[in-house]
């Protein structure tokens, strides 16, 4: 089969593995297997897994959200309580102020009563960069939000403090979630403010994350105050009021770290409600997943996101969804929506064993040195991802992967491996699933 053949099929592939996250992602039912598991010197265990999105979101109202905004700031930590812009138009800021966009920004500051460079969008530079754009964009779409918070509360801080505060840390945030390559999320707060984020909107978890990536593209190309409202707005819109509390809520009590936001979060409005969905589909506890994971690969494109969780806290997980009413695992089994993972290859032969007679073990997503460090080992070495192959088929495909079939320019020809290794973890695996299907066929050579 000629290059150009097999590239439309693998971009086929591709497509199609979009195509199918256009609309509201649905959870994949995960495989419950059930090795024997003793785990050798080559690595440790972890449960990998696929994180459903099939159920509603959490609705918190106006009240429920004044309410926790005046509870979570009047309890934040003395550093933030003070936080103070410090750039203001009275000052002479010169340069900083020239153009209409920087003077409507200078208006909307004053009119919120905080004159000035009231989100500090100045303190990179004397000009609107594109990040100060977003952020100014997402500011417009949030506010409202806080406009309900009392008048006990405002005596004390100001609610521009906390909308700067709010800016900052979930434009941080979502950047980190829409790489055009899903990378690990690993940064502990990240990580469970999207955890959080998930169990709370469900199926609008990726709705969110799209309305977002739109405003990040949008924002930089904007020219004037008007249009950035416009897209700021149109954002909330998009996502609807209860996403945009929600946003406001998970964000503030972010701030602080991950040590406070897990006091905070059982006590805010709905907390219950999210954890008791996350714990009817996966096992797990919703507080649990957001502090205690590894690492969150988040797919916005494909509309998956999969957790690896370390066995200490998948015991834990276990037990307590025993105490719950749900079954625990027994001797060797995983929780019901997990794969038995391991740091290594090695760790995973020396608990699963040999492959069979006339058979090796083969990874469906490489193992190649980036795809580990992108994913992470429990990422590829897993009782999902890894599967036992005939040997002469093992053979052929990795002399299918090592083969040039995938035309990058006139002039240069890539692997079908270094082609694959530009892709998400959910497209390799797609693509790896077909590779199987169509050599062990004879479809493809």
Not at 200 to 215: H, I, N, V
Not at 272 to 293: E, I, P
Not at 384 to 393: P, Q, R, S, V
Not at 420 to 435: H, I, K, N, P
Request: charged letters at 20%; one cysteine or more.
């Amino acid at each position: 089969m000629g290059p150009l053949r097999v590239g439309a099929l693998a971009l086929a592939v591709l497509m199609g593995v979009t195509a199918c996250a256009t609309g509201r992602p649905m959870g994949t039912a995960v495989r419950h297997d059930s090795p024997e598991s003793k785990v050798g010197a080559g690595g440790e265990e972890a449960v990998f897994t696929r994180l459903p999105t099939d159920f509603a979101p959490v609705r918190v109202n106006d009240a429920e959200l004044t309410e926790a905004l005046a509870t979570l700031w009047l309890d934040m930590p003395l550093r933030v309580a003070r936080f103070r812009s410090v750039l203001h138009v009275d000052r002479g800021v010169g340069e900083a102020w020239r153009g209409d966009l920087a003077n409507s920004y200078g208006r909307y500051c004053e009119r919120r009563g905080t004159p000035g460079d009231c989100l500090t969008l100045f303190e990179d530079g004397p000009r609107f960069q594109e990040d100060d754009k977003r952020r100014l964009a997402l500011a417009l779409a949030v506010g409202p939000a806080l406009e309900g918070v009392n008048a006990e509360v405002r005596a004390m801080l100001d609610p521009s403090q906390l909308l700067t505060l709010l800016s900052i840390s979930i434009a941080g945030y979502m950047a980190l979630l829409l790489a055009p390559i899903p990378e690990p999320v690993t940064k502990g707060i990240a990580l469970a403010f999207t955890v959080l984020m998930w169990g709370y909107l469900g199926w609008e978890f990726f709705d969110l994350l799209r309305a977002y990536a739109r405003l990040h593209e949008e924002a930089p190309r904007a020219t004037s105050f008007a249009e950035l409202r416009e897209t700021g707005e149109r954002f909330g819109r998009v996502i609807g009021p209860n996403s945009v509390r929600i946003l406001v809520l998970v964000g503030t009590a972010a701030i602080g770290g991950t040590a406070a936001l897990a006091s905070k979060a059982p006590k805010l409005p709905g907390f219950g409600q999210a954890s008791g969905r996350v714990a009817a589909r996966t096992g797990m506890k919703l507080l649990d997943a957001a502090t205690g994971a590894e690492r969150v690969i988040v797919s916005v494109s494909e509309g998956s996101l999969r957790l690896v969780v370390g066995a200490p806290h998948v015991v834990a997980m276990a037990g307590r969804s025993a105490a719950a009413g749900s079954p625990a695992p027994g001797r060797g089994k995983l929780l019901p929506n997990g794969h038995k993972a391991w740091g290594s290859f090695s760790g995973f032969k020396s608990a699963m064993g040999p492959a069979g007679t006339g058979k090796q073990w083969h990874h469906i997503v490489e193992q190649t040195p980036g795809n580990v460090t992108r994913f992470g080992g429990e990422a590829l070495h897993n009782t999902e991802n890894i599967t036992a192959l005939d040997k002469d088929l093992h053979t052929r495909l990795g002399a299918f992967y090592s083969s040039k079939y995938i035309r990058a320019t006139s002039s240069r020809t890539l692997t079908v491996r270094q082609w694959l290794s530009t892709q998400s973890y959910e497209a390799q695996r797609d693509f790896g699933l077909l590779a199987i299907k169509n050599i062990s066929s004879g479809v493809w050579p």
